[in-house]
């Protein structure tokens, strides 16, 4: 058996300059397995890693001694390369290469006569060279220890982790809260959004159905160009049945002038298809995109298009009807009453004419700003950011339908407006109903044919989310389809014995979205 003098290990350890350990001649290192090799064999063995070594005696325990050959076998990490390079006057000093974790081998004679022949017959590459063996009890401790080091570096990174990120979270929430401080967005608008979170939540097993059919449905035609402005596109929702031109509706959604997207109109336009009546739900540029003379542009541009290219897809051009909801009610309004204005004025070039709308539908609008612009404050839509979307108290004038129409200078325009139909719930808290009330009266003060129809205890959204949900007869629908159908008696029949429509929500879900609606 080859052992190595401890001293040239301690050498090894003192030496002042660590950096001149350089990599020269890689030693292999012989596993259990290897074999002593004549003069003309080569010992092939594949690199391996380098390990910091400790150096401790090595141990006499031949149960240990073995334990450790068969952990050498199973973990070839446990395999080690030492390259040195010593001081000038450690050269003369033979370097003994560092076994693998293994108990000291004993040869028996043949063995010992092989070794000698192999060394005689190396003489002239190394003839320093020794084997060596590690000390079994200095290579399985530091293997425990490694373990749990290891274990215990794992549980302190995924707690350092957790607690980066919980840090992380409350910063930026703080951070969040305190922006939406500075621009006036406080307390009423984040209890709001909460109300939103839950009410959209409660509407959830509708919302999905309706998405399903949106996006898969052939009869829905997505993303139609109407345009060269952003978001300038509309969706088209067409009846299963194509025998002979259909009426239409150009639909302008609601959000406040800030989150108004074509796809809010999805569920009416499902359900009037079913009853023979194409829906063109069109988008528009929201604040802060665009202010409200650009929301008018766009839903005046849309317009246009259905009356002068909804033949190509079915629709009549001469039974269109212009529709808006919340927010887009008053952009609808804006956009009639503008055009009539300039239809009034001579030499005005336009793309279309209110006497091609044979009626305007306001679902819970608003149509005269200087009577809401306190009321939208007190309900979280503050003051400053109301008029910028308006672009300041000046324009709210302009952008009143209620009063726009009755100045002096454009008052004749009335006698070019189609008939104006208002629907309303008297439980609406966003916008109230004397707003469609007043609208009305003022519009017949003025000759125009006018009506407003309130609904006894509906919300701003009952009319147009949870009452198509609950499925059954909707009032508000029925009422909407037979003035479109009116003077159609086959329409009307068919209206007549239509089957009622599919519940898509349950019961207690609609009254709970009822109660925690923020709208």
């Not at 399903?212 to 088209?236: A, E, H, M």
């Not at 200087?370 to 004038?397: A, K, P, T």
């Not at 916008?431 to 009330?437: E, M």
């Not at 609904?455 to 499925?471: A, I, N, S, V, W």
Request: net charge neutral; with cysteine.
């Amino acid at each position: 058996m080859f052992r190595t003098p401890i001293s040239r290990f301690a050498t090894l350890f003192r030496n002042p300059n660590p950096h001149k350990l350089l990599p020269t001649d890689p030693i292999p290192i012989i596993t259990k397995k290897a074999r002593i090799f004549g003069p003309k064999q080569k010992l092939k063995m594949p690199s391996q890693q380098i390990l910091p070594i400790t150096y401790h005696p090595p141990s006499s325990n031949p149960a240990a001694t073995e334990k450790l050959l068969v952990k050498s076998e199973e973990d070839p990490s446990t395999r080690l390369l030492l390259f040195s390079h010593f001081e000038d006057e450690e050269k003369a000093a033979p370097l003994k290469p560092l076994l693998p974790k293994s108990a000291s081998y004993t040869f028996n004679t043949s063995t010992t006569a092989s070794a000698s022949a192999a060394t005689a017959g190396s003489a002239n590459n190394n003839q320093k060279r020794r084997r060596r063996t590690a000390s079994d009890n200095s290579l399985y401790s530091s293997s425990s220890n490694s373990s749990s080091e290891e274990a215990a570096a794992d549980s302190h990174s995924i707690a350092g982790d957790v607690e980066h990120a919980a840090a992380e979270t409350y910063l930026i929430t703080r951070l969040s809260l305190k922006l939406l401080s500075y621009l006036g967005v406080g307390y009423r608008w984040i209890t709001r959004f909460l109300a939103l979170g839950c009410y959209s939540f409660l509407l959830m097993p509708g919302f999905i159905q309706v998405g399903y059919y949106y996006f898969f449905s052939k009869q829905v035609r997505r993303g139609i160009v109407y345009g060269d402005q952003p978001r300038n596109r509309l969706d088209l929702y067409l009846p299963k049945n194509s025998d002979g031109p259909k009426p239409v509706i150009a639909f302008v959604t609601g959000g406040a002038w800030i989150i108004g997207y074509k796809a809010w109109g999805s569920l009416l336009g499902i359900q009037l298809s079913e009853r023979d009546i194409i829906v063109a739900c069109i988008d528009y540029r929201n604040f802060p995109q665009g202010t409200i003379s650009d929301m008018v542009q766009d839903a005046s541009q849309g317009i246009s298009f259905v009356c002068n290219h909804i033949a190509e897809y079915g629709g009549d051009p001469d039974r269109v009807y212009v529709m808006g909801q919340s927010a887009g009610a008053h952009i609808g309004a804006c956009s009639i009453v503008d055009q009539a204005i300039k239809e009034l004025g001579e030499g005005e070039s336009t793309s279309w004419s209110v006497s091609q709308i044979k009626a305007y539908f306001g679902l819970s609008g608003g149509y005269n700003l200087f009577n809401l612009v306190d009321h939208f404050h007190s309900r979280g839509l503050y003051r400053s950011i109301f008029l910028g979307i308006m672009e300041g108290e000046h324009s709210l004038q302009r952008f009143s339908p209620e009063v726009m129409i009755q100045d002096p200078n454009v008052r004749s325009a009335a006698s070019l407006l189609p008939p104006i139909i208002l629907f309303h719930g008297t439980a609406d808290y966003s916008i109230p109903s004397d707003a469609s009330k007043n609208f009305a009266e003022t519009l017949r003060s003025l000759g125009v044919k006018a009506e407003s129809i309130l609904y006894e205890g509906k919300t701003h959204t009952d009319l147009f989310l949870q009452d198509p949900m609950r499925g059954g007869k909707d009032e508000m629908f029925e009422d909407l389809v037979a003035i479109i159908h009116e003077g159609d008696s086959e329409a009307l029949a068919k209206d007549a014995v239509a089957p009622p429509r599919r519940r898509l929500v349950p019961e207690f879900m609609l009254k709970l979205a009822h109660k925690v609606s923020p709208f």
